[in-house]
């Protein structure tokens, strides 16, 4: 790294920083006393906007970093990952949006909860999105603390160290003073930075081609080193029946997981009706599938103009694919343009960590407030004594997210993503959708759909490779590896399902058809929705 790299990062890092600081304190000035301003906006905000704002938190630094590095490294398989991410919404847009906005106020929860006996449920449903948020957002405070480590040529455990202080100081004081205002503000400035730079690399990279993607490919295939076989599938989950079971299992997370994400869903009360929440969801696929398709376009770029070789010597795991191709479509890492085009990825990046785990925040602060506290608080306690919980809620998960961070900083934590969506499917999205289409489903059903879910999901992650018993585990020195598989949702979201229908079943408690019924009316029309 030369010191114009490392000035010119440090400078778009301020400036994106201040910019946020500055929609945060001017929202601030906004009155956020009530719940439905600090969880939903006030439900002020028009379908292209939260359209941006779900694009925004959606898009993380894996898929600008992670995607176009997999790729770069093994081809067809790495794409596959692209597939995986934007077929998901396919799954939110028609099964989940709509009916969630209508039954719902602030969280999962609501849904779940109009039903059933609310205190075991909002329990249950808030500790799921509670650990599926903390999941999620150690991988990023650590993916940052990584990223500036790299970005500024300081790979010590005190630059490190610092930036995860700074990133998890940073979105507790965007949740706690701007709330879903800022935040969604936040996240739309953030796609509109990322969408921007993946199209003007994008272009850079065909433009090396003459714009005949065919090219592109065959330069890849050649500089792979694998030939043909880097077009094809097998390079990363071939072999054996493991490896593919591994690959089918990875592959259900990602694509149920979505619709069960907790910041995922919060963004659906942002809008003011159900179809505008639908509005929103296809102005987010539009978003996401065009930057999901930019990414196949770079990874096979890097493939082609950098090689997976040279990829693999900075990363192992080709999170500086992206980085690398940039500073070489600018003239090279020693010249202006190179230094200019890496220092804008770099902020970029960046910029995509602090408004992802400002969503995420929010997310899980409220589940602790609204679902956790409502739970155990009187019925009618004032809102505002709720939002201040939500407040303290977003310190104390700031707190615990960067104490996480600071132990996991030396240790491979790419598998916290991937449990997470894991952990969404099973827990999160049976519960959801027997909520919302089976009139016999009960309390019962609901609490041991949540809980038969999320259990397996981290029990079997522990007795995984992830952990133990491999050269890439947490801990590689001991060995207490029993499940094959690096992903779980191939069991753990079966048993989610399973366990659901098995408590309705033998729960004494009666369904209620009047209140199915009202919350089908509810779901498909929009009557009676907030």
Known sequence: MTAEHQTLALVLFSLFIAVTLGITTWVSRHRQGSAEEFYAGGRLFSPLENGFAIAGDYMSAASFLGISGLIALFGYDGMLYSVGFLVAWLVVLFLVAELVRNCGRFTLADVVAARMSERPVRIAAGASSVTV?????????????????????????????????????????????????????????????????????????????HGDFGRLLAGAADRSGHGAAFLGPGLRYGGDWTARFDFISLGL????????????????????????ARRSVVWAIALIGGFYLMTIVLGFGAAALIGPDAVRESNASGNTAVPLLAAFLGGGAESTGGAVLFALVAAIAFATILAVVAGITLASSASVAHDLYASLR????????????????????????????????????????????????SANLPVLLYSLFWSRFTTRGAVWSVYGGLVPAVLLVLVSPVVSGSPGALFPGVDFQVFPLQNPGIVSVPLGFLTGWLGTVTSREAPDPVKYAETEVRALTGAGAV
């Open 378 to 425: 009187r019925r009618h306690a004032k809102q505002r004594s709720e939002v201040a919980v939500a407040r303290l809620a977003a310190a104390g998960i700031g707190a615990v997210a960067i104490g996480l961070g600071l132990l996991a900083q030396d240790l491979n934590v790419a598998f916290l993503v991937g449990l997470a969506f894991a952990v969404a499917a």
């Open 133 to 209: 948020s903390v999941l999620y957002l150690v991988a990023q405070m650590v993916g940052a603390g990584s990223l500036v480590g790299l970005l500024l040529g300081s790979s010590g455990a005190a630059a490190r160290t610092w930036t995860v202080i700074g990133v998890g100081a940073l979105m507790v004081f965007y949740v706690s003073f701007g709330g879903m205002r800022a935040t969604t503000w936040i996240q739309i400035v953030k796609a509109v930075l990322l969408m921007g730079g993946a199209i003007a690399l994008t272009v850079l990279v065909l433009l090396r081609f």
């Open 253 to 276: 997370a990602l694509v149920l997981g979505t619709a069960g994400l907790p910041h995922i869903l919060s963004r659906f009360y942002t809008v003011p009706t159900a179809r505008a």
